[in-house]
């Protein structure tokens, strides 16, 4: 296994309390396997991609472990993280495309962020890197203003995972990106799974249909724990949580027009996660909610690989 | 976010020691001077007494009270300090402002300037002006401070100005009808009110600073007394040959403490406004 | 309504602007009354740039714009025309300026345009404004940004635009940052306000929800239209081998990309443009190619 995550608990520290963003979270990623994960905007799906690289001041680990290749990781302790960050686990943050300095030409940038990594940079397999992700070495010659969107985000694919981690992890990735380039870059990330250059891989993404396209395995997240984690085919065609299920009926298909069929949205938001209500958080949206759901469900296996968080689906 | 940096202020170490040592300071160097029936240069006593119960510091060659002369001389480096940190921020804060937020020719005219100003050697200037208008108040020489060492500042808030331009809040306001001077100091200024503190402070210490320097090398005001003109008295009059510690050792002090206290609470401030930072 | 002609921008950039980058050109249609425009490309295309251009954020470098036939830029009141033109941006989270409350928003309307209206009624103005994006008031006025999630903001952003009564709306590529499900919720609320008589100029490049809300498209490739018309005929018979290599990469629920059989044969389709009659050829560049469907020239693309 690569990845073990076991009752995985970070919080934010706040003056008005602690946001449980991540509240008992457990999973495991298999060699070699996409996982795509998924889930409303703010249900933690960012905090855990942090927690795995590096905890920032306001974040707290509560509890719960984190196995990588049989070695535990020690998340508080960011010292002991350095020997983890980068060579075995890998971030690709949101927004790491626009946050590319301007002023400075792609290859220096790149030499400099090897350097702070105590990496030297080595040209010729920079260069050969990017020829695999279809990129010409002349743009380490120019400016980040000078590529396009799903240029830039290949030139940081390749950056991050230039030292074969074997977790790498890819938030939001995509979302800026029109259609064909989100393709290319898709296309990018399964190469380096299938060339192993790493060994797995989370893709964190609103875009389920084309997380669809590459990943193994899909996990959904809701309002700080996980909801469903299924194969990949079975969670598009028979998902059995209740949120999922209306995630996925949310989504428009090429040729679907509002006067024809005007797809419906899930009613109602998600809880605060600074006060977090007992039992299943999705009770309020859910339509199926009943008495036992005041409880909290179990994250169980209801078929080989595929884990549901939901009393009726069992 | 307000309350919250206040929290942060009560909590941290550094500002509140840094200010209750600026706040001692200010408030002997406002209601101290009051004290005395005499002036600072009046030649009350004996020269050359040691401290005693009468005159706390003892007094100068002269027989004038050094205690008068440190509680004026701070009142004198508070007031440098504040005229000199107040113009050079508010000279700094409009060309930063100004130039990040238009650009253009505007910015790359103002940008030209400030590196003029940068460069300008203003020992070498403050020499010339010295030598044909005289430097005869502490008003005048604030106003020499002030308007020589704003040119950081401007580059500074320049840049968190431009940086600060192109996100989208400002650009909703634009679509407001918000007019550009309201943008400036409603949008873009509240964004950087911990930036332009700090910047305040540290323009302050070192206005205190430079005015201390001037006043040893003897390009002080003429009028008035100041802790540098008590350091540059002393050392004029051989104060260290003759031994007379309590004559030099209280100005040099002061100004070692109220620098001192400054960066301390800029590092404090710093520790408050950068979340980054904060201990928790 | 509103009226592009032949519009363009160029930028400098590098050191002392000493090179040109030519971001638009050419560009010219029209958005109507009530109508859903839909402006698809991929990042760098020039469709934030044209839609900056509109909402006068971006000086216009040729052509004009106008607005009821009057040129936007001959217009001095600003104010005037930001209470018909309105804009909300892709990034939720930078439209707040995170040391205020998000609320501000609203008050900055109030300030500007309502200075005179009571508290009492503004407040049941701005939550009726709320409740029309399926926003509950009581859960979002009072936070600060952070608090908020991107969802709640992008709504607040729609719903302060329609504190005005505006009867454009620019919406820059508003969606790409929300989930699934409230993605379809503000879809849904935009095309409730195209019923209301607004004209939408939706910014997008993702496809399927171009498609599902708009009733023309424009294909904007390197700044210069490639395709555009009614959308139904835009995504039924794309005519451009860029629209149909678009359309190709849409990734598609029970559809893998290897599945599809992969239309790279369309480099070996004749020009449609070049095919088109010459009196077809109404507008520059553009032959039209259907009633109210326009392609550009392949040809000259690939040279
Ligand atoms: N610095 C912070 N302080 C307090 N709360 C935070 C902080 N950062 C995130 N949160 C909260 O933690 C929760 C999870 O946030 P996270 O960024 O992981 O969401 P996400 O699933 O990645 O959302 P998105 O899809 O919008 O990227 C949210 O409720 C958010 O408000
Ligand atoms: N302020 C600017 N200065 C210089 N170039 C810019 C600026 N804004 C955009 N550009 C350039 O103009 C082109 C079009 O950008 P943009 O309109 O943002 O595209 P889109 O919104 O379709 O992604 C890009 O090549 C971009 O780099
Ligand atoms: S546990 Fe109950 S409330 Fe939760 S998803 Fe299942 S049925 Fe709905
Ligand atoms: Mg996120
Ligand atoms: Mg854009």
Redesign the interface.
Not at chain 3, 149 to 152: C, E, P, V
Not at chain 3, 176 to 185: E, P
């Given at each position: 296994m690569a990845l073990n995550v076991t009752d995985l608990r970070v919080y934010y520290r706040t003056l008005r309390g602690e946001v449980k963003a991540l509240d008992g979270v457990t999973f495991s990623v298999a060699d070699g396997e996409i996982m795509g994960l998924a889930g409303e905007s703010g249900s933690g799906k960012s905090t855990l991609a942090k927690s795995l690289i590096r905890l920032d001041g306001r974040m707290r680990h509560v509890g719960g472990t984190v196995e990588l290749d049989g070695a535990a990781m020690p998340l508080s302790d960011d010292d002991a993280m350095d020997e983890f960050r980068f060579r075995k686990v890998s971030l690709i943050p949101q927004y790491s495309m626009s946050a590319l300095n301007p002023t400075r030409k792609i290859g220096r940038m790149v030499g400099e962020l090897l350097d702070s990594r105590g990496e030297r940079p080595d040209r010729a397999e920079l260069e050969r890197r990017l020829e695999l992700v279809g990129l010409s070495k002349d743009v380490l010659d120019r400016y980040p203003i000078e590529l396009s969107g799903g240029m830039k985000q290949r030139v940081v694919m390749v950056v991050s995972t230039l030292l074969n981690p074997s977790l790498l992890i890819a938030d939001e990735v995509t979302s800026a990106l029109d259609v064909s380039s989100q393709k290319a870059v898709a296309t990018t990330l399964l190469g380096f799974r299938d060339r192993g250059l790493v060994t797995s891989m989370m893709v964190v993404t609103h875009d389920i249909s084309l997380v669809y396209q590459i990943a193994d395995s899909i996990m959904v997240m809701y309002a700080g724990r996980l909801a469903e984690k299924a194969p990949a085919d079975v969670l598009v065609t028979a998902p059995r949580h209740p949120y999922t299920q209306q995630l996925v009926s949310a989504l428009p298909e090429v040729g679907v027009r509002y006067e024809d069929r005007r797809l419906a949205g899930i009613p109602g938001s998600p809880p605060s996660l600074l006060k977090p209500p007992g039992g299943c958080r999705f009770r309020d949206r859910c339509p199926l909610a009943f008495d036992q759901c005041a409880e909290q469900p179990p994250f169980a296996e209801v078929a080989p690989g595929h884990l549901v968080a939901c009393w009726k689906a069992e | 976010m307000r309350y919250e940096a206040l929290h942060f202020a009560l909590r941290n170490r550094k500002l509140v020691a840094g200010t209750v040592v600026i706040l001692v300071f200010l408030v002997a160097g406002l209601a101290g001077p009051l004290m005395f029936d005499h002036g600072p240069n009046d030649y009350v006593g004996p020269p050359m007494a040691a401290p005693s119960g009468e005159f706390w510091f003892g007094t100068t060659t002269f027989g004038q009270d050094v205690f008068a002369q440190f509680l004026y001389g701070l009142r004198a480096t508070f007031l440098v300090g504040v005229l000199g940190g107040v113009l050079a921020a508010a000279v700094g804060m409009v060309v930063g402002f100004v130039a990040g937020y238009r650009g253009g020719w505007v910015d790359e005219l103002l940008t030209m300037l400030t590196n003029i100003v940068l460069v300008l050697p203003a020992l070498v200037v403050l020499l010339i002006v010295n030598a044909y208008l005289g430097v005869r108040s502490i008003g005048v020489q604030a106003l020499f401070i002030g308007l020589t060492s704003w040119p950081w500042a401007a580059r500074a808030i320049r840049a968190q100005t431009f940086s600060l331009r192109s996100r989208d809040f400002v650009d909703l306001a634009r679509l407001s009808g918000v007019r550009t001077p309201r943008i400036i100091l409603r949008e873009i200024a509240p964004n950087m009110s911990s930036y332009l503190f700090l910047t305040f402070i540290l323009l302050f210490g070192s206005a205190i600073l430079i005015a201390a320097s001037l006043d040893f090398i003897g390009l002080g005001p003429t009028e008035g007394v100041s802790l540098g003109l008590m350091l540059n008295n002393a050392a004029r009059w051989s104060a260290l040959q003759l031994g007379l510690w309590w004559w030099f050792i209280p100005p040099g002090a002061g100004i070692t403490a109220i620098v001192g206290a400054l960066y301390v609470m800029n590092v404090g401030l710093d520790e408050v406004f950068n979340p980054k930072l904060r201990e928790m | 309504m509103l009226k592009l002609d032949g519009v363009s921008k160029v930028y400098r950039?590098g050191a002392f602007g000493g090179r040109e980058l030519k971001a638009v050109s050419d560009v010219s249609f029209e958005v109507g009354e009530g109508e859903v425009v839909s402006l698809?490309?991929?990042?760098?295309?020039g469709k934030s740039t044209l839609g900056?251009m509109i909402?006068r954020?971006a000086s216009v470098s040729g052509g004009t714009i106008t607005l009821d036939g009057r040129d936007i830029t001959s217009i001095k009141d600003?104010?005037e025309y930001?209470r018909q033109v309105?804009?909300v941006?892709?990034?939720p989270f930078?439209?707040?300026?995170?040391?205020?409350r998000a609320d501000r928003?609203f008050a900055?309307?109030k300030e500007?345009?309502f200075p005179r209206a009571g508290a009492d009624e503004w407040r049941k103005r701005v939550e009726g404004a709320l409740e029309s994006v399926r926003l509950?008031p009581g859960?979002v006025l009072g936070k600060?940004p952070h608090q908020l999630?991107?969802?709640?903001l992008q709504r607040m952003?729609i719903a302060r635009a329609v504190l005005l009564d505006i009867r454009l709306l620019v919406a820059d590529?508003i969606i790409?940052?929300?989930?699934?499900?409230?993605?379809?919720?503000v879809?849904?609320l935009l095309?409730d306000l195209r019923a209301r008589g607004l004209g939408i100029l939706f910014v997008t490049?993702?496809?399927?929800?171009g498609?599902?809300?708009s009733d023309r498209t424009v294909v904007l490739r390197h700044g210069k239209i490639v395709e555009m018309g009614r959308?139904?005929l835009v995504?039924g018979s794309p005519a451009h081998p860029y629209t149909r290599?678009?359309?190709a990469?849409?990734?598609?629920?029970?559809a893998?990309?290897t599945d599809a059989e992969m239309t790279d044969a369309v480099e070996d389709v004749p020009c449609a443009y070049h095919e088109a009659p010459q009196e077809s050829r109404t507008r520059p560049g553009l032959a039209e190619i259907d009633s109210d469907h326009y392609v550009a020239c392949a040809d000259k693309e690939k040279a």
């Open positions: - | - | 950039v698809i490309g991929e990042s760098g295309s900056r909402l954020l600003r104010k930001y309105q804009g941006f892709q990034d930078s439209c707040y300026n995170p040391v205020f928003v900055m309307i500007q345009y509950d859960n600060y999630s991107g969802g709640q952003l590529e790409s940052m929300l989930d699934a499900s409230t993605r379809i919720d879809l849904n095309a490049h993702d496809l399927s929800l498609n599902y809300v959308t139904d995504f290599s678009l359309l990469s849409v990734p598609r629920l029970h893998k990309w």
